[in-house]
């Protein structure tokens, strides 16, 4: 019996050596991408007829010419535009649906449930080359898993930065408990939920403690909360504080949920790292962004999620959520105009799972009817989104030694920046997902 089980034994480690082997092998393998136009550094002009060698999934060089390298496999883009591929600053991944359908998915499905649509929505997400995302809240964990799942090469989607559970005051925007009723209430966690300094900082470590690799807070109100109590500020300076400061402890950066310009201006006075929405923006708080050089990542096209879902059923929404969608639609990229001419720091982000999935490239569109030229908009989904999520040694451009995220599309997104709705290649980390 033990000789039949260490000759069982030696054959498995035969296998698992020779399957090391042929991935090694494979892994030394050289890709050579002909680009017909090159955007290798956004913020630069483009370079024409280049190529791009890539080795072990990162770029070993880039190279004027289309250039053979013996036994290199080689992908034809010469009728195409190459750029990086892009990044989402904020998604949610965990679902697709919002309004009272995702209220009512939240309650009724099953967490194994939620998985298989996170699965489905980062597959959606990386089709659409975009081949990095910051995951900006999932309270039942599927979203951890998914980052881990896909950075081992289990599932097919984009790197993904997570914050865990979102942290809020007690009803405050990230409260669960909002909209239930009583019996329900008692039965809902709120480990995300603190009240005063001590409660705040316990919380932020809770979500370290689980794998969160950015913290996620929020300072007003939020438009989907179902709770009459506006978007303004709803916490104190000393909660604030505690939040931010215990995150930047351990090393993580904030990103701060915030509409209303007071919560903006609170969560700025203590070191946010981005502000999301911002939807009312005064002079002081424009003055803080520049101080602080914190980013803005306005989600624009969560509107697009709000006028298909009311479109289709006019009650999407409960009332006193729809009121605040309304007010939304109507001041949408007022904030940005006000940044755009004053030199804040612009990140995209769509808030995907409030608008569709794999339908993150609208933002483009918005980005540019309020403020940005087509570059500045590409620059904000590729080098600043990758400062901003601490990756600029890795993605956000093609540069040696960084990892072969590309995409190409057809067209000239410098000129309609709308040809990055429809991205036909995609490569993350040197393997082909598209095209």
């Not at 005063?196 to 919380?203: K, L, N, T, V």
């Not at 300076?237 to 995150?247: G, P, Q, R, S």
């Not at 001041?331 to 105009?337: D, F, H, K, P, V």
């Amino acid at each position: 019996m033990f000789r039949k089980f260490a000759t069982l034994t030696a054959v498995a480690a035969a296998a698992v050596l020779a399957g090391s082997a042929i991935a090694q092998t494979e892994a030394g393998d050289v890709t050579v991408v002909h680009a017909g136009t090159l955007l290798d550094r956004p913020g630069t002009a483009p370079r024409k007829n280049a190529s791009i060698v890539i080795r072990n999934g990162k770029i070993e060089a880039i190279r004027d010419g289309f250039v053979d390298i013996p036994g290199a496999k080689i992908v034809d883009l010469k009728d195409k535009f190459v750029l990086p591929g892009l990044i989402d600053s904020h998604v949610h991944l965990d679902s697709d649906r919002a309004g009272v359908e995702g209220f009512v998915a939240g309650v009724s499905e099953s967490v194994p449930a939620h998985a298989y649509e996170a699965q489905m929505n980062a597959k959606k997400t990386l089709q659409a080359g975009f081949t990095t995302v910051r995951n900006l809240g999932s309270g039942d964990g599927v979203t951890l898993a998914l980052r881990d799942a896909i950075a081992k090469g289990w599932v097919d989607g984009p790197r993904i930065l997570d914050a865990a559970s979102s942290i809020s005051t007690s009803s405050g925007h990230m409260d669960q408990r909002l909209g239930l009723n009583e019996q329900f209430r008692e039965v809902v966690s709120t480990s995300n939920v603190c009240d005063g300094p001590e409660s705040c900082r316990q919380a932020v470590r809770l979500q370290i403690s689980r794998g969160a690799d950015v913290i996620k807070i929020a300072t007003t109100g939020g438009v989907n909360s179902i709770i009459g109590a506006g978007v303004g500020k709803q916490m104190f300076d000393d909660e604030a504080k505690a939040l931010i400061e215990t995150a930047h402890l351990y090393g993580k950066k904030v990103a701060v949920h915030a509409h209303g310009a007071d919560g903006i201006k609170l969560a700025l006075t203590y070191g946010a790292d981005s502000i999301e929405h911002g939807t009312i923006m005064d002079e002081e708080t424009i003055r803080l962004f520049l101080k602080t050089g914190a980013y803005y990542v306005p989600t624009l096209s969560t509107v697009n999620g709000y006028l298909e879902r009311i479109a289709k059923d006019p009650n999407a929404y409960p009332p006193s959520v729809r009121a605040k969608i309304d007010w939304r639609i109507k001041i949408t990229g007022e904030s940005l105009q006000k940044c755009v001419p004053r030199g804040v720091k612009i990140a995209f982000g769509t808030d995907a799972g409030v608008s569709k999935h794999g339908r993150n490239a609208d933002e483009f569109e918005l980005l540019v009817r309020y403020g940005l030229t087509p570059m500045q908009a590409i620059q904000a989904a590729t080098v600043n989104a990758a400062d901003l999520l601490g990756l600029s040694g890795e993605v956000g451009s093609l540069e040696p030694g960084k990892q072969a995220d590309i995409i190409a599309v057809s067209g000239d997104p410098l000129t309609d920046v709308r040809v990055l709705k429809s991205v036909g290649f995609v490569m993350r980390g040197g393997r082909i997902y598209k095209g």
